[in-house]
């Protein structure tokens, strides 16, 4: 079956420190996978994508992600959190040859100042 | 242009009322979606549009009902709609495999 598993519910890290969200997918398919990110009452804003190539991906707002094909996993990364980054952030894949996305349950970031 | 629009930004309804949100895009995508969102979950699927024509519809109650007017505008409008359907919705359109997101809608049902 597909889904999408984000392991952490809830996250708090200190302003300054490095921060890394965990995403894992099942797909049998080569998987279009993205990660959005959404302040309170808004909506998703796309930080960065993967579909193919350099396994390395660079975002917005300092972001990364490396795709691990072994491993079924795509996770986010940022080597310094800032205040502002405290969100949710969501992992999805998307569907090959449908409009579908498979969303994870989300993890809520929360930085200390 | 490169967002997708919604409005309006919040919407209180009563049971009985007649209401629509509006969605809209000028980025010559072809397919344009809603979704619902309670509060700490995931955006739930619950039509999608393709062509101006209704492809996805998974399974929502006939108190919503989708229109796509044109490539630009989607609309969903609503109707009787019970306390339950208080939630933030959002419309996206997509270009291949990456769909762009509005704002929302916050809708609350009394």
């Known amino acids: 079956a597909q889904s999408v598993t984000q392991p952490d519910i809830h996250i708090t890290v200190s302003e300054g420190a490095s921060l890394e969200l965990r995403c894992n997918y099942s797909?049998?398919?080569?998987?279009?996978l993205f990660w959005y990110v959404q302040s309170p009452g808004q909506g998703l804003q796309l930080l960065l994508k993967?579909?193919?190539?350099?396994?390395l991906v660079q975002g917005i707002k300092g972001f990364e992600a490396e795709f691990k094909r072994s491993q079924s996993s795509f996770n986010l990364r940022k080597p310094s959190v800032h205040w502002s980054d405290a969100a949710e952030y969501f992992c999805?894949?998307?569907?090959?040859?449908?409009?579908?996305?498979?969303f994870g349950t989300g993890t809520r970031l929360k930085v200390l100042a | 242009d490169t967002e997708v629009t919604q409005t309006p930004k919040h919407l209180v309804m009563g049971m009985t009322n007649k209401k629509s949100l509006k969605c809209e895009q000028h980025?010559?995508?072809?397919?344009m979606y809603w979704y619902k969102q309670k509060a700490k979950k995931p955006p739930e699927l619950m039509f999608v549009?393709?062509?101006?024509?209704?492809?996805i519809n998974e399974s929502v109650p006939s108190r919503f009902s989708p229109e796509c007017p044109n490539s630009s505008l989607l609309n969903l409008h609503l109707h009787a709609l019970q306390p339950e359907d208080s939630a933030l919705y959002l419309c996206?359109?997509?270009?291949?495999?990456?769909?762009?997101f509005g704002p929302g809608t916050r809708l609350t049902v009394l």
């Open positions: 549009y393709s062509y101006e024509k209704l492809s």
């Open positions: 999805a894949v998307g569907l090959s040859g449908t409009y579908k996305y498979i």
């Open positions: 996206a359109s997509s270009h291949g495999n990456e769909q762009f």
């Open positions: 980025m010559g995508h072809r397919a």
């Open positions: 993967y579909f193919s190539g350099d396994t």
């Open positions: 797909y049998g398919a080569t998987p279009y």
